[in-house]
């Protein structure tokens, strides 16, 4: 069975801390990404990666950066939180790196900056 | 960029047979139609994928009309288990874009 996680359900931050939120596949996956979830705006497309070490930005990257060093792995990293950040963070994998292909998503982090 | 336009929301009572429509305009040729259910507290979940006519899996039906501007999920006889968001996304192999919109929310009545 195909499996996503997030290292963390729930997180809580300061307004300034750097956040890092992490996201492994087991399915050797090329294709990772990172959404944002926010009522009333559906699903937002932050980054995504189609390789190690090969990013793109996609429709909201401002405040946001990833990494990507190993294949399983991508990272999404608020350098300096901001309480605009506060939402859920949805990470998913695929075999290809465009919406036709499908994407198995992990369950999200729910983070609040205070 | 083709985007999607999708209701907010849908009320419906079990066992009732629920439509649920995606609208979009700008779809591009090679633009596949990809329908995605997601329960609280989860991740999206792929249900359906289909290009024009019809598609039927297990799950729900999708119908696309000649025009292929809009899409309508079709869920049977629906139980309270299918309460969720439906997403409607379009993307194509080659494209570098794609939209997943703000999604439909669907609470089955008892």
């Known amino acids: 069975d195909v499996k996503v996680t997030q290292s963390s359900r729930y997180l809580v931050k300061r307004t300034g801390e750097k956040v890092f939120l992490e996201c492994v596949q087991d399915?050797?996956?090329?294709?990772m990404f990172w959404y944002r979830q926010d009522p009333g705006l559906g699903l937002r497309l932050i980054y995504f990666s189609y390789d190690v070490k090969m990013k793109e930005k996609g429709d909201i990257p401002e405040g946001y950066s990833v990494s990507r060093e190993k294949k399983e792995r991508f990272s999404l990293i608020l350098e300096s939180a901001s309480t605009n950040q506060t939402s859920m963070y949805l990470c998913a994998s695929s075999t290809g790196p465009k919406g036709y292909y499908e994407q198995y998503f992990g369950p999200g982090t729910r983070l609040t900056v205070t | 960029l083709a985007k999607t336009t999708q209701p907010i929301s849908m009320d419906s009572y079990e066992g009732q047979e629920v439509n649920i429509t995606c609208s979009h305009n700008?779809?591009?040729?090679?633009?596949?139609i990809t329908w995605y259910q997601q329960f609280p507290s989860q991740g999206p979940r792929f249900i359906i994928q289909?290009?024009?006519t019809k598609v039927t899996n297990e799950v729900a039906s999708l119908f696309i009309p000649a025009d292929r501007k809009s899409s309508t999920l079709s869920l049977p006889r629906v139980s309270l288990s299918d309460t969720a968001v439906y997403y409607c996304l379009v993307g194509d192999i080659a494209g570098n874009q794609f939209y997943f919109g703000t999604g439909t929310s669907l609470t089955v009545i008892p």
């Open positions: 399915m050797d996956h090329e294709n």
């Open positions: 700008n779809i591009a040729t090679n633009d596949y």
């Open positions: 289909g290009y024009k």
